[in-house]
Structures are given as structure tokens and as C-alpha cells.
């Protein structure tokens, strides 16, 4: 079975500033793929991020950052320089090789200050 | 860039009804997925289709049914809808190792 812990219900930072949202995950399958996902008050889910497990480097895209640490089981997201429009609830999720489904934690709504 | 398109956007049930949830996507993606959003609980799937004919429980897949009409269409049937129903059901895509392209979300509510 997998699983995937957010510990943060709520996270508050300033605008201009960094902050990381955390995710541990727990799975038994050798190779798994890890995701992150954004969801603004408007609903939709918008995808961020991937890091697969097997991946030497650590994810980027843009402002985003996956802090992947294998033998910790977390991959933690990174936001860098936080705007007013990063204000939303941001889901961790992970694929494992025992099928296609995805497994979602229960989210982190972050809110960025003026 | 219609991506996946899912209807209704809105539904309102007396407890007893049934109702269908349709959902087409036009990427020619494999997999295709029913997920439920609750406050607090995150995403739980329903019910998923790895590729065309077959379909397979999710965490939550009571009180529900599903069918692959083809490669582009999914459903999600509500027999007998019940309040604990009330929920946004959000229909999901992906090539079998990629990430899910969702839909806008149906918010169904079950009085």
C-alpha cells in the first residue's frame, strides 16, 4: 500500500520569500514516481512538478524545486520568491509500479502575505 | 485545448436518486480516473481504467459504478445517491506513467 503524509494543513509566508512545503511518503515498490500538484481557490488542479525515483538530480521547474530525499522517504517542494498568486492548497502524490493510480496526501494550503 | 471535459459542473440529488458523471478527453491518453475531493481529505480515487476495457477499484468505490465507453470516455454512476455522496468528483487522464490532467471538477450535492 502507499501512502502520503502532509504534516502542514496551513503554511503562511511573505510575499518574496521561500518556503517548502513537506511530504513524506511510504511505499514498498522499488520504483515509484513522486508529484505535486496545485489548487487555487478556483478549483482546477494544476500539475507542478515530477520527480521519478531513480532520478539523479533533484526536479526544477521555474520557481519550483522538489528537495527529494530517497533514504528520508520525503520530496519536499520548494517555492522560491513567493508571489501573492502562489496562494492555493498544494497536494503531494504518488505513483508506484503496482499500478497507474495516483495517491494523493491531504494537502497544504499556503497562504503568501503582502 | 478542450484537455478533459466533464459534466455537469453542478448537480443537486435527493437521496435515492441517480445520476451519471461523463467525462471525455481528447489527448488519446490510456488511463483515465475518478477521484472524489472532501475537505481535509485530500483526493480519493473512486474508480480508475488503466487502458481501454477494464476498470478497477479505487479507495472509496462503494455506491459507485463505472464504465470505459472507448479510449475517450469514462463514467461514474450513482445508483442510489446518499448525502455522504455530496462531494466534487473530479475526472483525471494520463499516459500510464505521467501525470493526470484533470478536469474542472462537478460539485454534487445530496440532499
Known amino acids: 500500500a502507499q501512502k502520503i503524509t502532509q504534516t502542514q494543513p496551513g503554511m503562511f509566508v511573505q510575499e518574496k520569500e521561500a518556503v517548502t512545503l513537506d511530504c513524506t511518503y511510504d511505499?514498498?515498490?522499488?520504483?515509484?514516481?513522486l508529484f505535486w500538484y496545485k489548487q487555487p481557490s478556483s478549483g482546477e488542479m494544476i500539475f507542478l512538478i515530477y520527480?521519478?525515483?531513480?532520478?539523479?538530480q533533484n526536479a526544477t521547474e521555474g520557481r519550483y524545486s522538489l528537495n527529494f530525499q530517497k533514504a528520508r522517504k520525503s520530496a519536499n517542494l520548494v517555492i522560491s520568491a513567493s508571489q501573492l498568486g502562489d496562494s492555493a492548497m498544494y497536494f503531494c502524490a504518488m505513483r508506484g509500479t503496482s499500478g497507474s493510480r495516483l495517491t494523493f496526501g491531504e494537502g497544504t494550503q499556503l497562504t503568501v502575505n503582502p | 485545448n478542450a484537455g478533459v471535459t466533464q459534466t455537469p459542473k453542478f448537480q443537486v440529488l435527493k437521496t435515492g436518486q441517480s445520476m451519471t458523471l461523463q467525462c471525455a478527453q481528447d489527448?488519446?491518453?490510456?488511463?483515465m480516473y475518478w477521484y472524489r475531493q472532501d475537505p481535509g481529505m485530500g483526493l480519493r480515487l473512486i474508480y480508475y481504467?488503466?487502458?481501454?476495457?477494464?476498470?478497477d477499484k479505487g479507495e472509496v468505490p462503494n455506491g459507485y459504478n463505472v464504465s470505459r465507453l472507448n479510449k475517450r470516455e469514462f463514467s461514474l454512476r450513482l445508483e442510489s445517491a446518499a448525502p455522504s455522496q455530496t462531494s466534487v468528483y473530479f475526472c483525471?487522464?494520463?499516459?500510464?506513467?505521467?501525470?493526470?490532467?484533470f478536469g474542472e471538477g462537478s460539485r454534487l450535492t445530496v440532499l
Open positions: 489527448m488519446n491518453h490510456n488511463s
Open positions: 483525471a487522464s494520463s499516459q500510464s506513467w505521467g501525470e493526470l490532467f
Open positions: 511505499t514498498s515498490d522499488p520504483s515509484y514516481g
Open positions: 481504467s488503466a487502458s481501454e476495457g477494464t476498470t
Open positions: 520527480q521519478g525515483s531513480y532520478d539523479q
